[in-house]
């Protein structure tokens, strides 16, 4: 599993830091499959059903990038 979050310094106190969640990606063994997860507000991990399960690590990458509905950059 990768989680991938972003860190900001807070512009009102330079010297604290907030962590946003982005994303998750899960490799699953018994399937030899990887999925991609987003986080709600909540910080609860949902499966992104816009890419289905895959071999290839790439796509998920790619569909994270790209984000046509806004769950991973707004």
Request: net charge negative; no cysteine; aromatic share 14%.
């Given at each position: 599993?990768?989680?991938l979050?972003?860190?900001?310094?807070?512009?009102s106190s330079?010297?604290?830091?907030?962590t946003t969640l982005i994303a998750q990606l899960r490799f699953h063994p018994e399937l030899d499959q990887w999925?991609?997860?987003y986080a709600d507000r909540s910080g609860k991990w949902h499966?992104?059903?816009n890419v289905p399960p895959t071999l290839n690590f790439s796509k998920l990458?790619?569909?994270l990038d790209?984000?046509?509905?806004?769950?991973f950059w707004g």
């Open positions: 599993m990768a989680t979050y972003e860190e900001r310094v807070l512009p330079p010297d604290q830091w907030l999925t991609l997860h499966p992104y059903l990458l790619e569909a790209s984000d046509p509905l806004g769950f």
